[in-house]
């Protein structure tokens, strides 16, 4: 369990070493492996438990989230949402199991998340999403024991939500991220001190919403994870965040008094430099050039930092598209499904989500169920995990005060 947790340390090492073993393919004009599939060029940043999907109900769907209707997890995909809430208060806590497949009970994500209106314009939300990577018996090299540990990271959040007009509206949100994966341990062959990692955030979000005869559409749109680099020893390298910009559509139909269908959509791409397959320039430390742009320098230049031998078509490949639909009965019981899908080069990550949604009073309950579609493995395969919601006061009593 100690080997699986320090990848943290190689996965710079581990990238290199993949791509050293691509090959030029003169008639595809790509790389490719050894047995000629595509060579991959994943994208690669700390901290990636920021961009895990925390809540249920979007964890059923795909992992849409930025045009859903707005509730008490909405400050993960876009808090902009919140200032067109019809719930004064909301609160929502969550639990993941984590490679919950290969027998581990200690691993897991918990998320503490709500908002509250403060009238018909504005909303504040808050979150808390804490991942612990269990006990950890770290090694060295030669399988020595170095001692015990308890890895963990947690990112503190909250958002100011403003409606701009009667069907726009914006939002701003600030984190801190703290990352103790090996405090107290030291890198081999240097012998620096690994020390946890410390990280400051913002996003931007904004949502549009009218209203029609045959439904409702929400378009929404989120920049995250935009803010300092990140280090866990005294080194100047640092790595980047998982920034991201995401695009999202919804359409809710009301087909009768009882039945309500959602279509929902989102589009991703991370704003993290894209991995150089066609030989990079080192600097004298020998890391990469891109490692030494700053965040905001990375994001912009990441829509045009392709590898040339695939141009920018490169580019394309690294979108990610979720796909959601959810079903409410009498606003009591919902049916959820969904599916993702990247690039092969990209994480090749594809699968399909279950799950169903409770209602009753103030109480909520959502579970989702993950079902992957390739060999490509996932932490949440297999895995049940549920979200318990909490809804207090309307709309009307908002505006009364």
């Not at 059923?60 to 949402?81: E, Q, W, Y």
């Not at 069907?167 to 991220?177: E, Q, R, V, Y």
């Not at 081999?188 to 919403?209: C, P």
Request: aromatic share 12%; glycine share 10%.
């Amino acid at each position: 369990m100690g080997r699986l947790i320090l990848c943290f340390s190689l996965f710079s090492m581990f990238s290199m070493s993949i791509h050293a073993q691509c090959l030029f393919d003169s008639n595809s004009q790509e790389y490719v492996l050894p047995d000629g599939t595509p060579c991959p060029s994943t994208i690669v940043s700390a901290v990636p438990f920021l961009r895990i999907v925390p809540d249920a109900r979007s964890g059923a769907m795909g992992d849409v989230g930025i045009a859903l209707s707005p509730d008490a997890n909405s400050i993960h995909f876009n808090s902009s949402k919140l200032a067109f809430a019809e719930q004064k208060v909301a609160l929502s806590a969550t639990y993941t199991p984590w490679l919950s497949a290969l027998g581990l009970q200690d691993v897991y994500i918990a998320y503490l998340s709500g908002y509250a209106k403060l009238d018909d314009l504005q909303a504040l939300s808050g979150s808390l999403r804490y991942f612990s990577l269990g006990n950890i018996n770290f090694t060295d090299t030669n399988g020595q024991p170095l001692g015990t540990g308890r890895p963990n990271e947690f990112e503190l959040a909250g958002s100011y939500a403003r409606k701009l007009s009667d069907n726009f509206s914006a939002a701003i949100t600030a984190k801190f991220i703290f990352s103790n994966l090996a405090a107290g341990q030291r890198v081999n062959g240097t012998g620096e001190e690994i020390e946890a990692g410390l990280a400051g955030a913002a996003d931007i979000s904004f949502t549009y919403q009218k209203e029609y005869d045959a439904g409702l559409l929400r378009l929404g749109g989120a920049v995250s994870n935009i803010g300092s680099k990140i280090t866990y020893t005294n080194s100047v390298n640092r790595d980047f965040l998982p920034a991201n910009i995401g695009i999202g559509g919804a359409y809710e139909m009301q087909l009768d008094d009882y039945n309500k269908l959602t279509f929902a959509l989102d589009i991703n791409k991370a704003l993290v430099p894209t991995p150089c397959l066609d030989g990079c320039d080192e600097d004298q430390d020998g890391e990469p050039d891109y490692k030494a742009k700053s965040s905001v320098s990375a994001a912009l230049g990441s829509f045009s930092d392709f590898n040339p031998s695939l141009g920018a078509k490169e580019e394309f490949r690294e979108l990610m598209y979720s796909i959601g639909l959810e079903y409410w009965y009498d606003e009591q019981f919902a049916v959820r499904a969904g599916y993702y899908t990247e690039h092969q080069t990209k994480g090749n990550r594809r699968f399909l989500t279950v799950g169903l949604g409770l209602k009753y009073n103030v109480f909520g309950l959502n579970f989702s169920y993950l079902v992957p579609t390739t060999n490509q493995r996932n932490p949440l395969d297999n895995t049940l995990r549920f979200s318990l919601l909490f809804d207090f006061g309307g709309a009307a009593g908002i505006a009364e005060e």
